[in-house]
């Protein structure tokens, strides 16, 4: 399996603009999770889903913040408009089914370092 | 509410020393534990776990015992090498319903850095 995929790497974009990150999680996972780290907030839970279903979106700074999944194999999380503060690497990460098959564990993407001027 | 604890770092150690971060949570109910590291440019990974009380953790040389008396999980390792600097999380998750289930709360990380 080719883990957690994640893109872009890395995006700059200006105040204003949209930003759409994408997630590929590990196929037969049911969870997703998205979360922010920055260097003051260190890593924060925006989202998550369970079986493509929003279970907690709490983490979710504004509603300038969405985030979407339309598929088992794909979601997305969008910033509109984007501002400076929204610079931080997110994480994508997912999870399988059961404790049996280690639900707990979650495996990470690379991550989508954004950088809004 | 659930919350991790981390020792504030960072951490800078010579090659060989001994490794300790420590970790104290507070959770209702029977948390599962976790050690997550991250190295440069990636994604956290998966270190070790413990799921109940009294359960050691190990992979890589690196072990953590659960500790529900003193709420605690701290990391350990005998002999660190350069290849081991890297940002250690810690966290927490509590199985208790749907709604719980896999998510984590993690510390605030701790840098090791360890030089020849």
């Known amino acids: 399996d080719a883990g957690v995929i994640q893109s872009p790497r890395h995006e700059v974009t200006e105040m204003g603009q949209e930003v759409t990150l994408r997630c590929k999680p590990i196929s037969g996972h049911n969870s997703l999770f998205w979360y922010r780290q920055t260097m003051m907030r260190g890593l924060e839970l925006l989202i998550y889903f369970n079986n493509n279903v929003p279970i907690d979106d709490s983490g979710m700074p504004e509603d300038r913040f969405s985030a979407k999944m339309p598929n088992a194999s794909f979601s997305t999380l969008k910033i509109q408009p984007s501002e400076p503060r929204d610079s931080a690497v997110y994480f994508c990460?997912?999870?399988?089914?059961?404790?049996?098959?280690?639900?707990?564990?979650?495996?990470f993407g690379a991550g989508s370092r954004l950088t809004v001027l | 509410g659930n919350s991790v604890t981390q020792m504030e770092g960072p951490v800078t150690l010579s090659e060989e020393a001994f490794l300790t971060i420590n970790c104290t949570y507070t959770?209702?109910?029977?948390?599962?534990l976790f050690w997550y590291v991250q190295y440069p440019g990636e994604g956290l990974q998966l270190l070790l776990k413990?799921?109940?009380?009294?359960d050691k953790g190990s992979n890589k040389g690196f072990e953590a015992t659960y500790r529900k008396e003193t709420t605690s999980f701290h990391l350990e390792k005998g002999s660190v090498q350069v290849s081991d600097s890297a940002v250690y999380f810690c966290a927490l998750s509590r199985l208790a319903g749907g709604t719980s289930y896999g998510k984590l709360t993690f510390g605030q990380g701790t840098i090791l850095t360890v030089h020849p």
């Open positions: 959770a209702t109910g029977y948390p599962s």
């Open positions: 413990a799921t109940k009380a009294d």
């Open positions: 990460a997912s999870s399988g089914m059961g404790p049996s098959s280690g639900a707990n564990v979650l495996t």
